[in-house]
């Protein structure tokens, strides 16, 4: 609880006023940068004069704003250097509310953190929560994460405790994202802390800082969760959608494989015309060219028709199909490449009955020969196999950067920590659906070879 | 618009009296016994079988509660109004149980305070609330074996059987307001132990002299605290 005082900087005389409650052990002055004892009669403890400028801050003492439902005041300020390369520094800023006590806004280089003291963490030692693969606090798994030391390198404001520079304090990091565990051992006691990683954005809003001194960062967090929601959505659609497609694949593969109508062969001697009975019309028709070479292929005409009426014609340098009634040319198609030894015709006759495809030699002299095959009820793969394919990537996509989040994460980390059974369970899924995959993607492939 | 404004603005004068009277009513439904103040004559609600101590509304006596009489030990000091998530006699629930504040304690260790509340539970049990500076317990006073002979060897942050000393203090008592289920002496100081169990388990041991209170119970969300009629 708070009570209200005013005092004088006990080494410039400067006036200084206290905003932060009864607990309250250190006021820095905002002048001479003096660290004042508020426990013995304002004693000078120690001066941060002569700390080098330090980075602006976003954040700046008195500022208010309401944060986890919380009106906030920021009444301090402490600014750690960690011990080991690549010397990370990151600021604490102390809260205030009269209702609600203390909490700290960590900054770290645009990345927000909000903590609060926790008092339901399990009687553990130092070392013990090191060894532990999870500590379940208030029915939450943690992890250890990380272990450093740091020293304190600038305080500002008010303190709950009394913080001199160089002040050495060893930090243990559990995660949970986007919550995690924060374990500070100073020399007198361990405490813990909860605490959760905020958007920026809301954070900066809560407290008004001006655009022009707001930092975002898109660097990796340990406790910034990975949100890709809209990507993990479509991966989920993507796994249903696959299961049904396949089904569907599987389903039309069996019904839509094809069934032979006719099969001949024809040379540059003769015209050959051909008669065939269309028995259904389900999925499409096909006629299938093979040559032993591309002048073979590209020396013969094609003319299919109905009842005397031309349906279709084929050569190597155009296609036509033709309104049977008129029989005027209805469109125009492209034909095969000049340098192809096979062609393929997918045609979608309407009607069933009897159809001619004639097949004449354009040079007589040129020796040549086709191998002509005509199925019925023939499904295209085509752009089943293309959704498919695209399914599949929407699908592996998330599981990929999901993964990709998995493993720095796993980089980052200053602990060892052994793998629990629900990660195995997690691998083992994860197992599955790659194998899955991959048997899907063996059949694709040896459906469309 | 003007119109809509005027319709709004009754509505909530409406409301607030509304929430008052029922705020009131509950009160009222509450009180146990009545009693006349010793010293101005002025009614004295009691609303909790087991009080013995009583703050007069109108002259701010303190009245001692001794089986059917009552007696006056003085004119208590005024508490200087802070922000509080509680309000005597505004009912709250805390984890889906109702809690009725009837007093509170107030206790300063030298440049700030923290306040005990006796809350009024459900089947009339006796509640206390501890509040500092946004730490909040809730705790019961019960008989707790506790795991060393004497509360004055303790020291923070050492193991206790199965306890650690989170915590050892002291406070002075500054004042009171309501009604207590304990007699309470103004200015004398209190010695307090906070033992963890963990997992937010909490036993406070309260030592004068040789006189020795437990209490059990555990850390709360302040959050979690809501008043019932917000």
């Given at each position: 609880?708070?009570?209200?005082?005013?005092?004088?900087?006990?080494?410039?005389?400067?006036?200084?006023?206290?905003?932060?409650?009864?607990?309250?052990?250190?006021?820095?002055?905002?002048?001479?940068?003096?660290?004042?004892?508020?426990?013995?009669?304002?004693?000078?403890?120690?001066?941060?004069?002569?700390?080098?400028?330090?980075?602006?801050?976003?954040?700046?003492?008195?500022?208010?704003?309401?944060?986890?439902?919380?009106?906030?005041?920021?009444?301090?300020?402490?600014?750690?250097?960690?011990?080991?390369?690549?010397?990370?520094?990151?600021?604490?800023?102390?809260?205030?509310?009269?209702?609600?006590?203390?909490?700290?806004?960590?900054?770290?280089?645009?990345?927000?953190?909000y903590s609060k003291r926790n008092r339901t963490f399990p009687n553990l030692g130092w070392n013990e929560i090191a060894n532990q693969s999870v500590v379940v606090v208030d029915g939450e798994d943690y992890e250890p994460y990380d272990y450093y030391?740091?020293?304190?390198?600038?305080?500002?404001?008010?303190?709950?405790?009394?913080?001199?520079?160089?002040?050495?304090?060893?930090?243990?990091?559990?995660?949970?994202?986007?919550?995690?565990?924060?374990?500070?051992?100073?020399?007198?006691?361990?405490?813990?802390?909860?605490?959760?990683?905020?958007?920026?954005?809301?954070?900066?809003?809560?407290?008004?800082?001006?655009?022009?001194?707001?930092?975002?960062?898109?660097?990796?967090?340990?406790l910034k969760?990975?949100?890709?929601?809209?990507?993990?959505?479509?991966?989920?659609?993507?796994?249903?959608?696959?299961?049904?497609?396949?089904?569907?694949?599987?389903?039309?593969?069996?019904?839509?494989?094809?069934?032979n109508l006719t099969y001949f062969s024809v040379d540059n001697k003769q015209r050959v015309n051909?008669?065939?009975?269309?028995?259904?019309?389900?999925?499409?028709?096909?006629?299938?060219?093979?040559?032993?070479?591309?002048?073979?292929?590209?020396?013969?005409?094609?003319?299919?028709?109905?009842?005397?009426?031309?349906?279709?014609?084929?050569?190597?340098?155009?296609?036509?199909?033709?309104?049977?009634?008129?029989?005027?040319?209805?469109?125009?198609?492209?034909?095969?490449?000049?340098?192809?030894?096979?062609?393929?015709?997918?045609?979608?006759?309407?009607?069933?009955?009897?159809?001619?495809?004639?097949?004449?030699?354009?040079?007589?002299?040129?020796?040549?020969?086709?191998?002509?095959?005509?199925?019925?009820?023939?499904?295209?793969?085509?752009?089943?196999?293309?959704?498919?394919?695209?399914?599949?990537?929407?699908?592996?996509?998330?599981?990929?950067?999901?993964?990709?989040?998995?493993?720095?994460?796993?980089?980052?980390r200053g602990l060892y920590v052994s793998y629990s059974d629900s990660k195995i369970e997690t691998a083992w899924g994860n197992l599955s659906m790659w194998f899955f995959i991959f048997v899907l993607v063996i059949i694709i492939l040896s459906i469309n070879s | 618009m003007q119109e809509n404004c005027k319709i709004n603005r009754k509505f909530i004068i409406y409301f607030r009296v509304k929430k008052e009277e029922v705020i009131e009513a509950l009160y009222k439904a509450d009180i146990i016994k009545t009693l006349n103040c010793p010293q101005c004559g002025d009614v004295l609600d009691i609303h909790f079988k087991w009080t013995k101590l009583t703050q007069c509304p109108s002259c701010k006596s303190s009245i001692f509660l001794e089986d059917a009489s009552v007696k006056l030990i003085g004119e208590s000091s005024v508490l200087s109004p802070e922000p509080s998530l509680l309000k005597i006699h505004d009912p709250i629930t805390i984890e889906n149980k109702n809690y009725l504040p009837l007093g509170k304690i107030r206790y300063s260790y030298g440049r700030g305070f923290w306040e005990e509340w006796f809350l009024k539970g459900e089947k009339n049990r006796e509640f206390w609330l501890s509040i500092d500076e946004g730490d909040f317990a809730l705790q019961e006073r019960v008989a707790v074996s506790l795991p060393f002979k004497s509360p004055r060897i303790v020291k923070a942050g050492k193991s206790y059987g199965l306890y650690v000393a989170?915590?050892?203090?002291?406070?002075?008592?500054?004042?009171?307001?309501?009604?207590?289920?304990?007699?309470?002496?103004?200015?004398?100081?209190?010695?307090?132990?906070?033992?963890?169990?963990?997992?937010?388990?909490?036993?406070t041991v309260e030592f004068i002299d040789d006189k020795i209170e437990t209490f059990n119970g555990k850390w709360i969300d302040p959050l979690s605290i809501k008043r019932v009629y917000s």
């Open positions: 609880m708070s009570q209200k005082y005013s005092l004088k900087c006990t080494k410039c005389a400067a006036p200084l006023s206290l905003l932060g409650g009864g607990r309250v052990q250190t006021v820095t002055c905002s002048y001479c940068k003096s660290v004042l004892d508020l426990n013995d009669n304002y004693k000078v403890l120690s001066n941060f004069r002569n700390v080098k400028a330090l980075q602006q801050l976003p954040f700046e003492l008195g500022m208010k704003g309401k944060l986890k439902e919380v009106e906030y005041t920021i009444i301090g300020r402490v600014t750690y250097r960690e011990n080991e390369f690549p010397h990370t520094e990151w600021s604490d800023f102390l809260l205030f509310s009269s209702l609600y006590g203390y909490a700290w806004l960590t900054y770290e280089g645009g990345n927000l953190i030391k740091a020293k304190i390198i600038y305080v500002e404001g008010e303190l709950t405790w009394v913080a001199k520079k160089n002040d050495e304090i060893q930090f243990l990091d559990l995660i949970a994202p986007p919550f995690g565990m924060s374990v500070e051992n100073n020399e007198n006691e361990i405490e813990h802390y909860k605490t959760e990683f905020l958007d920026s954005k809301m954070v900066y809003d809560a407290f008004t800082v001006p655009e022009n001194k707001r930092e975002y960062s898109n660097a990796f967090h340990p969760p990975f949100n890709r929601p809209w990507l993990k959505a479509l991966s989920s659609v993507a796994l249903w959608a696959l299961m049904i497609v396949a089904l569907l694949f599987i389903g039309m593969f069996f019904d839509g494989s094809g069934k051909e008669v065939f009975t269309l028995k259904s019309n389900r999925y499409l028709s096909t006629i299938q060219l093979k040559a032993p070479n591309k002048k073979s292929l590209n020396n013969f005409n094609i003319k299919l028709k109905k009842d005397g009426q031309t349906l279709f014609t084929l050569n190597q340098s155009n296609a036509y199909t033709f309104d049977p009634v008129t029989q005027k040319v209805k469109e125009k198609l492209n034909s095969w490449d000049k340098d192809a030894k096979e062609a393929m015709v997918y045609l979608h006759l309407e009607e069933r009955g009897l159809y001619q495809i004639s097949i004449s030699p354009i040079d007589r002299d040129l020796s040549s020969s086709l191998v002509v095959n005509i199925e019925e009820k023939k499904m295209r793969m085509n752009y089943i196999v293309l959704f498919m394919i695209f399914l599949l990537f929407a699908l592996v996509i998330y599981r990929l950067m999901s993964w990709k989040y998995a493993h720095k994460l796993d980089e980052e | 989170t915590e050892v203090g002291k406070g002075v008592c500054v004042g009171f307001e309501g009604e207590l289920p304990l007699p309470i002496q103004i200015d004398q100081t209190y010695h307090y132990i906070h033992l963890s169990r963990g997992g937010g388990e909490l036993v």
